[in-house]
């Protein structure tokens, strides 16, 4: 019988685990143990609203305290998990306790990926990956103060954009020759470097940070072609990676993240994961996928919980993920490696259009720049494996639903 189950990490994935295995019926303990001192609570405004002060610090929690205890949640917070021992099915606490589970959830979430140059050690160099790091940024960013962020990917733009809006002077330094490379097409990272410009962010591609100098914190940012950058604030958004490490140790499968199957339990069949810290199969993408965002976390916590309560559910999703920049909103549904072909649907100069990418014939993904509906409608065809019509895709005039 399964009596205690043991979640570690209070992020997105174990605040919705909690949720799903209460109310799917779970009436034994039920314990999260995360290493924050706050209610599990949303990251996506951090880099949002929250930095720009819009959003009050109560808004965030995705439960009140009544919630855990009106549940029987046995909240352990402010404690991290220190040690997984698989044969013995316990984990050790830093507070000394040890806690016998029948099944484990590991929602480990990832840490923001550090740089290793020179002077990156200097105090005052930030990075944004949960609550504790916004008191810091937020002092720095005033009228006027000049912000230097390295790295335009989401974060690095986020930030920049908040940053821009509050009266910094923002400057971006990215080492690819365009702002968020990785993830999206080359149009879309030039419409949106051109937004940035348009608010007056200096966006510098193809500069790699060699050093930052400072006395007793960080002050100025060096490039390999020598250029400087003063900073009164500085902050890193290079990626982030997995915390496996617990996972590694006790011996779990891990590569790129903890290793789940489709049922999103790793390699001991009594320990699940979720969420940010799993390398999972996409069942739709035939691939194994890490991926950062809201959807999945959310998505594979529910799924880990149906299957910790033997209820078999495979984790089956098109992913998705947002980002706001400005008063721009950019959709990104799919996986578009592998694409042989790319079609724009409408004008990026109306501020609002969309990326297609097709492989074989087969919607993939999209990009929807502005454009709500095409985003809507792309999650249906891509699950469906549609095949549109490419003189109708690429019509703005016709509804991407009806271009088939
Ligand atoms: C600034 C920012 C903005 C973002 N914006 C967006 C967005 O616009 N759209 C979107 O889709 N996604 C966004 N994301 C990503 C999204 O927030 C994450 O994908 C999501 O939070 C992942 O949930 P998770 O539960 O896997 O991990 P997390 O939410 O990171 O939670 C993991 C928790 O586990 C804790 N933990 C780790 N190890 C231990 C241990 N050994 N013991 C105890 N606790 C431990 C961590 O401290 C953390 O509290 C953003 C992320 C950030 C940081």
Wanted: neutral net charge; aromatic residues 6%.
């Amino acid at each position: 019988m399964i009596s205690t189950i043991l979640i570690i990490g209070g992020g997105q994935a174990g605040a919705q685990a909690i949720d799903t295995l209460r109310r799917e019926g779970h009436k034994g303990r039920l314990i999260l143990v995360g290493d924050e001192p706050q209610l599990p609570y949303q990251r996506p405004p951090l880099s949002k609203k929250f930095l720009a002060g819009e959003l009050a610090v109560e808004r965030l929690p995705f439960r009140h305290q009544s919630f855990y205890d009106e549940h029987g949640i046995e909240l352990k917070l402010g404690v991290s998990a220190t040690r997984l021992d698989p044969a013995a099915r316990k984990v050790a606490l830093s507070n000394g306790e040890e806690i016998v589970y029948d099944r484990l959830l590991l929602c480990l979430g990832a840490t923001s990926r550090q740089l290793t140059c020179p002077g990156a050690d200097l105090p005052g160099v930030h990075y944004l990956r949960s609550i504790a790091d916004v008191p810091q940024i937020q002092a720095a960013i005033k009228p006027g103060a000049r912000a230097v962020i390295i790295g335009g990917g989401y974060i690095g733009l986020e930030t920049a954009a908040t940053a821009r809006k509050m009266g910094c002077a923002v400057t971006v330094l990215e080492m690819a020759d365009r702002v968020m490379n990785r993830v999206v097409a080359s149009n879309v990272s030039q419409y949106f470097e051109q937004e940035h410009r348009a608010q007056g962010v200096k966006i510098i591609c193809n500069t790699r940070v060699v050093r930052l100098e400072g006395g007793t914190r960080v002050e100025r940012v060096v490039c390999a072609d020598g250029s400087t950058h003063e900073a009164d604030l500085l902050v890193v958004g290079v990626g982030a990676v997995a915390n496996m490490q617990l996972a590694v140790d006790a011996g779990l499968e891990c590569e790129n993240g903890i290793m789940v199957d489709e049922y999103c339990r790793s390699s001991d069949p009594v320990i699940y994961a979720a969420g940010d810290c799993t390398y999972h199969p996409s069942l739709r993408f035939e691939m194994r996928v890490r991926l950062e965002s809201v959807d999945n976390a959310f998505e594979q916590a529910k799924t880990a919980a149906l299957n910790i309560l033997e209820r078999p559910t495979v984790h089956d999703r098109v992913p998705w993920f947002w980002s706001d920049q400005f008063d721009n909103k950019l959709l990104i549904v799919g996986l578009s490696q592998g694409h042989d072909q790319q079609v724009t649907r409408g004008d990026p100069a109306t501020r609002s259009f969309s990326v297609c990418y097709l492989k074989g014939g087969e919607l993939l993904a999209v990009e929807a720049i502005n454009h709500s509906k095409d985003y809507m409608a792309a999650r249906k065809l891509i699950a469906d494996r549609a095949r549109p019509n490419i003189d109708k895709l690429a019509d703005p005039q016709v509804a991407l639903k009806e271009a088939l």
